[in-house]
């Protein structure tokens, strides 16, 4: 009898008896074509992609994601966009998930650094490619176009550590010196965990000469004085919420920093460029609307307890190629190796190359609200986490059949 048993479960998984099959799931999103993604052309006029100012005409910020660092289709075809957005659209602020201190002073000195040094001393590495080169002479060509960024943790080498230094030196050397110090200190943090206490003491004393000093409002402007009083202060709350964790890349110093890059994205958003539209570029899994865990959530999530109505989030898929998140970490995804539960093959089965799904134009299409895997990937998302339905998370997909690696600039690799 047990064999017989055996032998009905076989024919069941054979047969696929009680399995969903996802080609019945009817039809497939509707795709709107887009003829290209390169941002290389000066003279482009937007024709394909002047859907968009229909989809976008009553939002403030459009959030652009990416599936996978390292793809390159996504940084040209992200670029390509946000020239959309600037030139037709009015949007003027890119905020990239890069840390907030190095975008803005870099931005600060976009005038006076070329293309090169721009990107190389604002943005993390993982996007130290042509197609953001590329963006970075567009933000230097158009001064009303800003840089700035949302992230609280700096690049382990990244040597912008300036903007304190730069700020206080003028007006108060001896504070100028310490807040150098202390900025090595904090970048060596994510490696060494040195004297927390210390170092709260240190910026908090520099927050208050910052806060009492009549050298320091007269020779800044008071927008300026703001910037520096937000960084000083959310240095603090680094070390105080993120760092606390023996280590803070793990899953509780993860999350609890999407919580702080969140609430620097509203700060943006309120108080350093309150009447201006914004574009924020970032990994799908942040920008996800419902990303959650029992103690935690995403930035995304968090965003649209107070922007869901002036937002719009747009992911950004591929079905298959090759990736690399840097030069030393690549990946490889065929034909043959995609899930049939995930959004790479609903991807693949529409059979075009680039395009623009509008989630929020087809809430009832069964394949945007079945649960899929895969609509984020990174080294340590291969798991059941990943599992989401598109229509809770995202109003729009960008997508690509194939992806391609980003040619790294020299020194691009990680220690």
Same mark, same amino acid.
């Given at each position: 009898?047990?064999?017989?048993?055996?032998?009905?479960?076989?024919?069941?998984?054979?047969?696929?008896?009680?399995?969903?099959?996802?080609?019945?799931?009817?039809?497939?999103?509707?795709?709107?074509?887009?003829?290209?993604?390169?941002?290389?052309?000066?003279?482009?006029?937007?024709?394909?992609?002047?859907?968009?100012?229909?989809?976008?005409?009553?939002?403030?910020?459009?959030?652009?994601?990416?599936?996978?660092?390292?793809?390159?289709?996504?940084?040209?075809?992200?670029?390509?966009?946000?020239?959309?957005?600037?030139?037709?659209?009015?949007?003027?602020?890119?905020?990239?998930?890069?840390?907030?201190?190095?975008?803005?002073?870099?931005?600060?000195?976009?005038?006076?650094?070329?293309?090169?040094?721009?990107?190389?001393?604002?943005?993390?590495?993982?996007?130290?490619?042509?197609?953001?080169?590329?963006?970075?002479?567009?933000?230097?060509?158009?001064?009303?176009?800003?840089?700035?960024?949302?992230?609280?943790?700096?690049?382990?080498?990244?040597?912008?550590?300036?903007?304190?230094?730069?700020?206080?030196?003028?007006?108060?050397?001896?504070?100028?010196?310490?807040?150098?110090?202390?900025?090595?200190?904090?970048?060596?943090?994510?490696?060494?965990?040195?004297?927390?206490?210390?170092?709260?003491? /240190? +910026?908090?004393?520099?927050? =208050?000469?910052?806060? $009492?000093?009549?050298?320091?409002?007269?020779? &800044?402007? %008071?927008?300026?004085?703001?910037?520096?009083?937000?960084?000083?202060?959310?240095?603090?709350?680094?070390?105080?919420?993120?760092?606390?964790?023996?280590?803070?890349?793990?899953?509780?110093?993860?999350?609890?920093?999407?919580?702080?890059?969140?609430?620097?994205?509203?700060?943006?958003?309120?108080?350093?460029?309150?009447?201006?539209?914004?574009?924020?570029?970032?990994?799908?899994?942040?920008?996800?609307?419902?990303?959650?865990?029992?103690?935690?959530?995403?930035?995304?999530?968090?965003?649209?307890?107070?922007?869901?109505?002036?937002?719009?989030?747009?992911?950004?898929?591929?079905?298959?190629?090759?990736?690399?998140?840097?030069?030393?970490? /690549? +990946?490889?995804?065929?034909? =043959?190796?995609?899930? $049939?539960?995930?959004?790479?093959?609903?991807? &693949?089965? %529409?059979?075009?190359?680039?395009?623009?799904?509008?989630?929020?134009?087809?809430?009832?299409?069964?394949?945007?609200?079945?649960?899929?895997?895969?609509?984020?990937?990174?080294?340590?998302?291969?798991?059941?986490?990943?599992?989401?339905?598109?229509?809770?998370?995202?109003?729009?997909?960008?997508?690509?059949?194939?992806?391609?690696?980003?040619?790294?600039?020299?020194?691009?690799?990680?220690?």
């Amino acid at each position: 009898m047990r064999y017989c048993f055996l032998s009905l479960f076989l024919l069941i998984s054979v047969l696929g008896i009680g399995q969903t099959t996802w080609d019945s799931l009817g039809a497939l999103p509707i795709v709107l074509p887009v003829k290209t993604i390169s941002p290389y052309d000066s003279l482009d006029r937007f024709e394909d992609l002047a859907f968009l100012k229909e989809v976008l005409k009553d939002k403030r910020v459009v959030m652009l994601g990416e599936s996978m660092h390292g793809v390159e289709d996504f940084n040209e075809a992200k670029t390509r966009i946000i020239k959309f957005l600037h030139q037709e659209m009015d949007f003027e602020v890119v905020a990239f998930e890069s840390e907030l201190s190095h975008c803005e002073w870099a931005n600060r000195h976009k005038q006076q650094w070329s293309a090169k040094d721009l990107l190389k001393h604002s943005i993390f590495r993982i996007w130290n490619t042509p197609a953001c080169l590329e963006l970075m002479k567009y933000i230097q060509r158009n001064e009303d176009l800003v840089l700035t960024g949302f992230d609280m943790q700096p690049e382990f080498d990244h040597d912008s550590l300036a903007v304190l230094y730069q700020f206080f030196k003028p007006v108060h050397l001896a504070v100028a010196q310490k807040i150098l110090n202390a900025e090595k200190e904090f970048v060596a943090y994510y490696k060494n965990y040195p004297d927390r206490t210390k170092l709260i003491k /240190t +910026y908090q004393k520099c927050l =208050k000469k910052l806060q $009492g000093s009549k050298k320091i409002s007269s020779k &800044y402007s %008071t927008s300026y004085i703001q910037l520096v009083q937000h960084i000083l202060s959310y240095r603090i709350e680094t070390i105080e919420r993120f760092l606390r964790y023996e280590n803070p890349m793990d899953m509780g110093g993860g999350l609890t920093r999407d919580s702080m890059m969140a609430e620097n994205v509203d700060w943006l958003l309120k108080e350093r460029y309150p009447d201006k539209k914004i574009i924020v570029w970032a990994h799908n899994a942040h920008i996800g609307k419902n990303i959650t865990y029992p103690e935690y959530g995403r930035m995304g999530h968090f965003i649209q307890q107070k922007w869901a109505k002036e937002s719009y989030v747009m992911a950004f898929c591929y079905a298959t190629g090759k990736v690399c998140h840097l030069p030393e970490y /690549t +990946y490889e995804n065929t034909s =043959k190796s995609i899930n $049939g539960n995930s959004i790479q093959y609903m991807i &693949y089965k %529409t059979g075009e190359d680039l395009g623009f799904i509008n989630i929020q134009s087809q809430l009832d299409n069964k394949w945007l609200n079945t649960n899929l895997y895969n609509i984020f990937e990174s080294r340590d998302w291969f798991n059941d986490r990943t599992k989401m339905r598109l229509v809770d998370n995202y109003d729009g997909i960008f997508m690509c059949r194939e992806a391609r690696c980003p040619t790294y600039f020299e020194g691009t690799l990680m220690d």
